[in-house]
């Protein structure tokens, strides 16, 4: 019998199954080889493959070691771990020797003490004795180690050639590197490469001047190094050490949560002195992450608790008055008379809300509720909207199911793997990591994207196949790919008869086979060689599993809908869906877009994407509720800014969402908002759109309340509260204040009971429980009766509607069309270091990476223009104009032009356009017409930048009170 | 890293990566073409400049840290210029115990420098070396590519000025 690994334990090596086998063998051990020994005496079976050193392990025999940790492969270089085999020469170190069957092992006896005291002599020999103020004090490995060896005085004295004197690197804004602690046990190197796979460490040098060098002897902050922190996890002493740590000691006692950045969800041990988070360590246990985490997660927490946290509900009577502080009660009481006020005088449906995908399942269920029983109509829409409605809709239409196919952990078994319009070593950081080792170890890369991501040539990854399309031809890309596999007869015929619907099919092959989607058509639309698409489609369809996994540049798009049906049909033509390694992989933006799309904070859909049309289903939530809820589909996102604009609609309450910024066509957004007589932010700081706000009720981030949040692998993972909310109440409780005050009563004590409720309310979510995520760490929905223990893999046997369903799929060029006056496309992305809007990576360090968004330029097109590096530089839209500062780079294609949209200043979208999905109105982020031209010297700012400046600071100051609160 | 802009740096700068990529262009199809390709640089240059290590790592998709480790884990490879003869003393054992240690001394006097330091015409570059395989006829120099055994401090001065004259006419 296998045991189940404890989260909490280093086993020194990694094991020699994958996580899923890991998984599968706990259910049934049957297909795993197994060699079974003793080890002092004690009898042990363990997999093929295992060490000696983890078998022990396994035993709770912990052999004394240095360079061993149980993420990285072993190295067998610090021989502390040596132990005597019965029948073997000499003492084989534990880690780098694999148990064998019929062995048996020696761990302790009194030659293997010597040896390890000789060895531990030589290492302290060179290394500071100040462990009583060291940083690592409490938490150092060699102290233990030297501790369990026996050392008791060091024969060689101290005073021979050594490194104490080292000079430290403080240069990483999260953590330092003491070279005078070191040991050179490589951990750091290898966790940089195996873990990272970043390679941006080395062993410099050799014999006694070998020493960990970052980039060719450079400080860290300039070498490559990305911050991620598996070094620092890694490292066993006190030489690669979190600041915060350094700053104020070792952590009491700590919990377990789910991050609150992207759609990957790690999970993190939230490390804690009193109140206080000192620490942010990945969580080994954590389904998602496998014990790594990125910049953002691991260290980027600070802004919890900013000064620029407003703690306190503040009302106003319009956007020119100074903010009052006031009492939640009072806030309350304000909002509600204020938007009863507004449905009297302009009728039922002029107020609505807008939910949050950085907000917990519960919170999300909890505003959408308000809005259809306290608000009584169903305009509630979610910031989903902006990202991946596409999603929901093309798969549902296809798949039956609006979520993404697989688990992460599957990607382990992929052959072939396509990333179209994402760029995950970015956006999704830690997900990035484990696809990147998965390709080290062989699988062949596909990448569709107008720009080079990193993905596309780093160390050790190099894709097969850029086919770099011009922003806006995505259909045109992957009608041609599947034309090309039907034209080759590659496609898995047996599956699609067997599982699709034929006439559906039919229709689809009529039209797929057309000459229009040929390559050598396609080519003259995306720019995409004929030959190098036929090669990629080849690939795709003929080398065992392939995997698609795909991003914001494929949905953000008037076509979004529509490229997402074709990556599903492509995956349904080639049999690619339904067991692990493959499928249809959605890279979710945010940590919760799959919650609040599952909660239902749609316009036309209950929770469970079940339609509001649907007098049966709005029956069940009628009983529950005990109110009548609107036959009627409310207003998207847009349609509340239009019909704002055009005096329709007067009240508005958005939780965590920062639509001034993040909305495309920022002057209308403006506009609308500038319309509203009652606009309710609820948000941790005095965001863009809170600016134009006349009640602004305090949020609580991810550290201060309870709940769930559903990954892009629809993993249901628990948020758990480690400090109390700065402003009193956690955001569940603020919309319940809310709502109460309407007069729609909610009475929940804990969100345990809105989980309940969600359960009993949603077939998909029915046996979700805050016990089972207690006990389990994780679950993937669906989980009901049918599939008690959760989902990791979906349509196995079947599609989620019965048969596969095939659509029809035709390219319609999008009207942003490129003219004489606008010859280039801007299209956005992200960056690794800021997340979203910035609203919490820019009040961190993170800055140090990315302290402005800045505009990349194609070298001919620069040439053009007389632009050269660090020009500031106009970029003008059909829509506005803003200033950035350019660099001259051959990532971007000519004729495109690529920025980001983390900084509020930058105005990205004052330039983007209303144009959206012809399905789901998912704005056309990544395709506007511009024109791109060199600044005069006093022109820093265009007339949009400077009016928001005066405006933001006006803001900041009537919401500035005698104690704080300045930006 | 601040760089000097005048003409002949650049000039100059642009002639290394020059020789940097022939190097790269000339082994890369080899199996495991980081060593030759490092020799070859170290050969035709004197040293292997560190700014274009970054080349050396996107032609073979290494990263930068990897390069620089290989190359300062031999001591054969130099990142800065060398004298135009490299002389290397040995001093391991049986070198030492047949009298190294004289000729040590000798070629420094001789040379005005000490290890690792070059001549101020940039002619000669001083190098310790702990074993050259030769110490059946200890003591061993090499100079250049060639290694000469049973030296004396004698035959050691003599070795360098024939490569003066040799140089000079």
């Known amino acids: 019998m296998i045991k189940v690994e404890n989260p909490n334990k280093d086993y020194g090596t990694p094991s020699p199954l994958s996580f899923q086998d890991l998984l599968d063998g706990l259910d049934s051990n049957q297909d795993i080889e197994t060699v079974s020994g003793t080890i002092d005496g004690q009898s042990v079976t363990v997999p093929k493959g295992t060490s000696v050193m983890r078998a022990a392990a396994t035993l709770d025999v912990n052999i004394p070691k240095l360079c061993a940790t149980d993420s990285i492969e072993a190295f067998g270089s610090c021989r502390i771990c040596l132990v005597a085999i019965e029948g073997r020469r000499g003492f084989p170190a534990s880690c780098t020797t694999p148990f064998e069957e019929g062995m048996n092992v020696t761990t302790q006896n009194s030659e293997i003490a010597e040896l390890r005291r000789n060895v531990m002599e030589l290492y302290i020999s060179d290394h500071p004795l100040d462990c009583l103020t060291c940083s690592a004090n409490g938490d150092c490995e060699l102290q233990d180690m030297a501790g369990a060896v026996g050392l008791r005085d060091v024969r060689y004295g101290y005073e021979g050639e050594n490194h104490l004197d080292a000079v430290k690197d403080e240069s990483n804004p999260y953590f330092t590197f003491d070279p005078s602690k070191c040991i050179t046990c490589s951990r750091c190197v290898r966790a940089c490469e195996e873990t990272q796979g970043t390679f941006a460490l080395t062993i410099e040098g050799r014999g006694f001047d070998s020493k960990v060098s970052a980039g060719q002897s450079e400080d860290f902050i300039d070498s490559e190094c990305v911050s991620c922190g598996a070094c620092v996890q890694a490292c066993p002493t006190a030489t690669l050490t979190e600041k915060s740590i350094i700053e104020a000691g070792q952590p009491e006692h700590s919990k377990i949560t789910t991050c609150a950045y992207c759609g990957v969800g790690c999970a993190f041990k939230a490390e804690m002195k009193g109140d206080q988070v000192v620490r942010m360590t990945p969580y080994k246990g954590g389904k998602a992450n496998r014990g790594h985490s990125c910049v953002k997660g691991r260290f980027a927490f600070g802004y919890a608790t900013h000064r620029n946290r407003i703690t306190s509900p503040m009302i106003r009577d319009s956007i020119e008055d100074q903010w009052k502080e006031v009492s939640w009660e009072e806030a309350f009481s304000f909002a509600a008379s204020q938007l009863r006020g507004i449905q009297e005088k302009y009728g039922t449906k002029s107020i609505g809300g807008i939910s949050s995908s950085r907000c917990t399942n519960e919170e999300v269920w909890l505003v959408q509720k308000m809005v259809r029983a306290g608000f009584g109509n169903n305009n509630i829409d979610t910031c989903a909207r902006v990202c991946h409605s596409p999603t929901g809709y093309g798969l549902k239409q296809t798949l039956g199911e609006a979520a993404g196919t697989q688990d992460f952990d599957s990607v382990e078994e992929s052959d072939v793997i396509m990333v179209m319009g994402a760029n995950p070593t970015d956006a999704h950081p830690v997900f990035g990591s484990r696809m990147k080792k998965r390709l080290r170890d062989g699988a062949r890369l596909i990448v569709v994207d107008p720009r080079r991501i990193d993905l596309v040539k780093s160390p050790h990854i190099q894709a097969e196949h850029h086919l770099k399309l011009m922003p806006g031809t995505n259909v045109s890309f992957i009608n041609a790919m599947a034309h090309v596999i039907v034209r080759d007869k590659l496609f898995d015929a047996d599956f699609v008869a067997e599982r699709c619907e034929g006439e559906a099919f039919d229709e689809w092959m009529a039209f797929i086979r057309d000459e229009m989607n040929s390559p050598e058509n396609s080519e003259a639309i995306t720019g995409i060689p004929a030959a190098d698409l036929i090669a990629a489609a080849r690939l795709y369809a003929q080398e065992g599993n392939s995997a698609i996994y795909y991003g914001l540049g494929v949905t953000e798009h008037s076509q979004g809908s529509t490229t997402v049906m074709g990556i599903a049909n492509l995956a349904m033509l080639t049999g690619n869906i339904g067991r692990r390694g493959v499928g249809v992989n959605p890279l979710r933006g945010q940590n919760n877009v799959q919650g609040s799309c599952d909660m239902g904070s749609f316009p036309h859909e209950l929770p469970g994407y079940r339609p509001v049309t649907d007098d049966e289903v709005r029956g069940t939530f009628e009983q529950a509720w005990g109110v009548e809820i609107d036959p009627e589909p409310g207003y998207r996102i847009n349609n509340m800014l239009d019909a704002a604009c055009a005096g329709l609609y007067k009240g508005l309450y958005v939780q965590g969402e920062d639509i001034a910024q993040s909305d495309p066509n920022t002057h209308h957004v403006e506009e609308a908002l500038n319309n509203l007589e009652c606009l309710i932010v609820q948000d941790l700081f005095l965001n863009e759109t809170a600016k134009f706000a006349t009640v602004f009720l305090p949020g609580s981030s991810f550290l201060e309340k309870n709940g769930t949040f559903t990954n892009a692998e629809r993993r249901i993972s628990p948020v758990r509260k480690v400090m109390p909310p700065l402003a009193g109440l956690e955001d569940w409780e603020v919309t319940m204040g809310l709502c109460n005050a309407l007069g729609f009563e909610m009475n929940y004590s804990h969100p345990r009971e809105i989980m309940a409720e969600i359960a009993s309310l949603t077939p998909t979510f029915a046996n979700v429980t805050y016990e089972r995520l207690d006990a389990e760490d994780s679950i993937q929905w669906p989980c009901n009766d049918e599939t008690p223990d959760g989902t990791p893999i979906m349509h196995i046997d079947d599609f989620v509607r019965g048969k596969g369903l095939f659509k029809v799929t035709e390219y319609v060029a999008t009207d942003e069309k490129i003219t004489k006056r606008f010859p280039l496309i801007l299209t956005t992305g992200r960056i690794l270091s800021q997340y979203n809007v910035g609203a919490q990576t820019r009040r961190t360090e993170n800055n140090t990476w990315h302290d402005q968004d800045i505009l990349e330029i194609h070298p001919s097109d620069a040439l053009d223009r007389g632009i050269v590096d660090g020009d500031r530089v106009k970029i003008q839209s059909r829509s506005g104009e803003t200033h950035l500062n350019a660099i001259v780079t051959e990532r971007v294609q000519p004729s495109v032009v690529y920025t980001t949209f983390h900084h509020p200043e930058s105005g990205a979208n004052v330039i983007t356009t209303d144009n959206s999905d012809w399905a789901t109105n998912c704005p056309e982020y990544k395709v506007t017409a511009v024109q791109i031209s060199k600044v005069i010297a006093d022109q820093e700012q265009s007339d949009w930048q400077r009016q928001y400046e005066t405006f933001s600071d006006k803001q900041v100051e009537l919401a500035s009170s005698d104690t704080e609160q300045t930006a | ?169």
């Open chain 2, 1 to 169: 890293m601040s760089r000097d802009t005048s003409q002949e740096a650049v000039l100059e700068r642009a002639s290394l990566r020059a020789s940097v990529l022939d190097a790269i262009a000339a082994n890369k199809h080899l199996k495991g073409s980081l060593l030759p390709i490092l020799h070859d640089i170290q050969n035709s240059l004197g040293h292997i400049p560190s700014e274009h290590v970054v080349d050396i790592a996107e032609a073979l998709n290494l990263s930068r840290a990897e390069v620089h480790g290989v190359i300062s884990f031999y001591h054969s490879f130099t990142t800065s210029p060398h004298g135009k003869t490299v002389v290397e003393v040995c001093r391991a054992e049986s070198c030492q115990a047949k009298g190294g240690r004289l000729v040590e001394a000798a070629v420094k006097a001789k040379l005005g420098v000490d290890f690792k330091q070059t001549t101020d015409d940039g002619e000669f570059t001083l190098e310790d070396v702990y074993c050259l395989g030769n110490c059946a006829c200890s003591p061993s120099i090499r100079v250049g590519a060639d290694i000469y055994g049973r030296v004396t401090p004698e035959s050691a001065l003599q070795l360098i000025d024939t490569l003066k004259t040799a140089d000079a006419s």
